[in-house]
C-alpha cells in the first residue's frame, strides 16, 4: 500500500528540459482536446443509445426482445475488439509522423463512419444484408476510437507542465461524458419530436447524420493546434521499426499491467450508460419510459464532466495511482448499493445511483487515467504503448460488458449477478494500479 499513497508526481524521463509551456497555449490544447473527443465519443456513444432502443427492433427482429437486446448488445462490442487494431494503427502513425496528424485522420475517418450507419437501410429493406453493415461500419468505428484516445490523451499531457499534467489531462477523459450528454440529448431530443413510427422510420437517423456537421468542427479546432511540444523534441524516435512493435519489446509488462488498470474503466462504465438503459426501460423489468432512465444518465455525465478535472488535480496533490486505486475500489463496493437503487424504479433513486456510481466514483479513475498512463511509457513509442494497454484493457473489460450483464441477468434472474462481475473488475483494476510503474513509483 506504500506504492499508491505517493505523493506528487516526480518528472517523467524526457521532460526535465522542456521549456515551460505558454499558459494561453495550454488552455486552447486543452480546450481542442475536450471538444475532439467529446465530439469522436458522441459518434461512438450514439451506437450504444442506439443498440439499446432501436437497433433490436430494426436490425435484429426476433420474437424474444431479450435475443433482440442480445444480438444488438454482441454489434455493440464488435467495436471494442476492434479498438486495439485502431490503437495499433494509428498508434504507428502518432509515433512515427506526429500526434496531431494520427488524430484529425481518426476524427474524420470517424465522422464518414457514423454518417454511413445513419443512412442505412434496415432488416425489413435489404434482409440479413443490413445487420452485416452494420457491424462492419461498427467495426470501424471501433478502430478509429481506438486510434483517437491515444491522441487526445497526448494531446493535453504532452503539453503541460508536470505537476499539471493530471488536471490537464482530465481533459481528454472528460470528452466521454461530453459525447454522452451529446448523444443523450440528441436521442432525448429526437425521442420527444418524433413519436412512435416517426423516431423508428427516420427519426433515430438524424443523430447520426449530425455527425457530419459535428467532426467538421472539430476538424478545424484541431488543425489550429500545432504537434505536442514533447514530441517535438523527442530525439528516441523508433527510426525504420515499427512503434509498435517496439513498444512491445520495450513495455511489455507495462502495457499488460495498463490493460489491467483500463479494464474496470470500461466495464462499468458501459454497465452505466448502455446496459442500464436497456435494463430500466425493459418491459419484463422495470418498464420505465426511455426518458426517465436517459435523463438520469445525462445527469450523472453533467456531474462527471466536473468531477473529471477535479479528480486530475486530487491526483496532482496525492498521486495518480493513490487516486485511482480508491477510485476502483469504492465503486467495486458501490455496485452492491447501485442495484438496490435502481431496482426501486424510482427516477430519484436511480440518478442518485448514477451520480454516484459513475458521476463521482467512476470520475477517480477517469480523471487521473490519462497522466497515469502517459507517465508510464517513454516519449518515443508513447503512443503507441498506451494506446495498446487501453485499447486492451477496453477490449476485455468493455467489450461485451451489456452483453455479458444481459447474459448475467438472464441465466440468474437478480441484478446481484451483475453486481459481482462490476467488483470483480475493479479490484482487477485496484490491483493492476498498484503494480503499474510510472514516473511517480520509480523515485
Not at 488498470?261 to 466495464?267: K, V
Request: aromatic share 12%; proline share 5%.
Amino acid at each position: 500500500m506504500s506504492e499508491l499513497s505517493s505523493a506528487k508526481p516526480r518528472t517523467a524521463p524526457g521532460t526535465e528540459n522542456r521549456p515551460r509551456p505558454d499558459r494561453r497555449r495550454v488552455a486552447t490544447v486543452a480546450f481542442a482536446s475536450w471538444i475532439g473527443a467529446s465530439i469522436e465519443w458522441y459518434d461512438f456513444f450514439i451506437y450504444g443509445m442506439a443498440a439499446a432502443l432501436v437497433f433490436p427492433k430494426l436490425f435484429f427482429p426476433v420474437q424474444d426482445p431479450l435475443t433482440s437486446t442480445l444480438l444488438s448488445f454482441a454489434t455493440f462490442g464488435v467495436a471494442f475488439v476492434a479498438r486495439p487494431f485502431g490503437g495499433a494503427l494509428f498508434g504507428h502513425i502518432g509515433d512515427k509522423v506526429g500526434r496531431k496528424k494520427a488524430l484529425v485522420t481518426a476524427l474524420v475517418t470517424m465522422g464518414v463512419t457514423t454518417t454511413a450507419i445513419g443512412v442505412l437501410p434496415t432488416y425489413s429493406s435489404v434482409g440479413f444484408i443490413a445487420p452485416v453493415l452494420l457491424v462492419l461500419l461498427r467495426f470501424i468505428q471501433g478502430i478509429t476510437v481506438g486510434g483517437q484516445q491515444g491522441g487526445v490523451i497526448l494531446l493535453a499531457t504532452e503539453n503541460v507542465p508536470q505537476r499539471r499534467r493530471g488536471f490537464y489531462g482530465s481533459f481528454a477523459s472528460a470528452g466521454a461524458p461530453g459525447g454522452v450528454l451529446l448523444a443523450n440529448g440528441a436521442f432525448l431530443l429526437v425521442t420527444a419530436l418524433f413519436a412512435g413510427d416517426a423516431f423508428l422510420t427516420w427519426g433515430w437517423r438524424l443523430p447520426f447524420l449530425a455527425s457530419v456537421v459535428l467532426v467538421a468542427f472539430a476538424v478545424v479546432i484541431q488543425l489550429r493546434v500545432g504537434e505536442t511540444a514533447e514530441f517535438s523534441s523527442s530525439e528516441d524516435r523508433p527510426a525504420g521499426r515499427s512503434p509498435v512493435l517496439e513498444a512491445i519489446r520495450r513495455h511489455p509488462r507495462q502495457i499488460l499491467v495498463a490493460a489491467g488498470c483500463y479494464l474496470a474503466i470500461n466495464l462499468t462504465y458501459y454497465v452505466f450508460i448502455t446496459f442500464v438503459v436497456a435494463y430500466a426501460t425493459n418491459k419484463a423489468i422495470l418498464g420505465l419510459p426511455s426518458s426517465t432512465v436517459l435523463t438520469a444518465v445525462l445527469i450523472a455525465s453533467a456531474v462527471e464532466l466536473f468531477a473529471l478535472p477535479a479528480a486530475g488535480l486530487l491526483s496532482d496533490r496525492f498521486g495518480r495511482r493513490a487516486v485511482f486505486a480508491a477510485g476502483a475500489l469504492l465503486l467495486g463496493l458501490w455496485s452492491f448499493v447501485f442495484w438496490p437503487l435502481v431496482d426501486t424504479g424510482s427516477f430519484v433513486l436511480i440518478t442518485l445511483a448514477l451520480v454516484v456510481g459513475l458521476g463521482i466514483l467512476h470520475s477517480l479513475m477517469y480523471g487521473p487515467q490519462g497522466a497515469l498512463f502517459s507517465e508510464a511509457f517513454s516519449t518515443s513509442v508513447r503512443y503507441s504503448s498506451l494506446s495498446l494497454g487501453i485499447q486492451l484493457g477496453s477490449m476485455v473489460g468493455g467489450a461485451f460488458a451489456p452483453f455479458i450483464a444481459t447474459a448475467l441477468l438472464s441465466g440468474f434472474g437478480t441484478s446481484t449477478a451483475i453486481a459481482i462481475y462490476m467488483a470483480l473488475g475493479c479490484v482487477i483494476s485496484a490491483a493492476s494500479t498498484a503494480l503499474l510503474r510510472t514516473a511517480e513509483s520509480r523515485h
